[in-house]
């Protein structure tokens, strides 16, 4: 899974946050309010999108409406595991993760073990998925 390019992470940030299918014309107005984008633009970069398989969109009238595929996390998620196979090192690439993230991110990571059934609460040390 590849990075997404400024304007597709723009617009991929707007259909996230307003968690409903979208135009392009509510899109680029959105932008707009920001920095000068062309409804040509966007359109052509949606349709990209869409393309990738990030974005499902529907015919209503003569526009089409975007909605993504994936919630931000499961994207995220994805890049993330792209990364690491990136490397013959698993565990050396997981302990430099894991030594710049910071107390918050450290008992974030310890919870969503927690919920995936990789660690117990108590000290009997880790457990197995399920």
């Known amino acids: 899974m590849r990075r997404l390019g400024d304007l597709e992470a723009e617009i991929m940030d707007r259909l996230w946050r307003w968690c409903r299918p979208a135009t392009v014309r509510e899109i680029v107005d959105d932008i707009n309010r920001t920095r000068p984008v062309a409804y040509t633009t966007v359109m052509t970069v949606a349709d990209i999108l869409h393309r990738k398989g990030l974005l499902r969109r529907e015919k209503t009238g003569r526009a089409w409406l975007y909605e993504p595929r994936r919630s931000r996390e499961e994207y995220t998620a994805g890049l993330m595991q792209d990364a690491l196979g990136r490397t013959d090192n698993r565990q050396g690439a997981l302990q430099r993760f ?33």
């Open 98 to 130: 894991v030594e710049h993230m910071s107390p918050e991110d450290v008992s974030a990571l310890a919870a969503a073990l927690r919920a995936a059934g990789y660690m117990c609460d108590d000290a009997d040390g880790p457990g197995t998925p399920g």
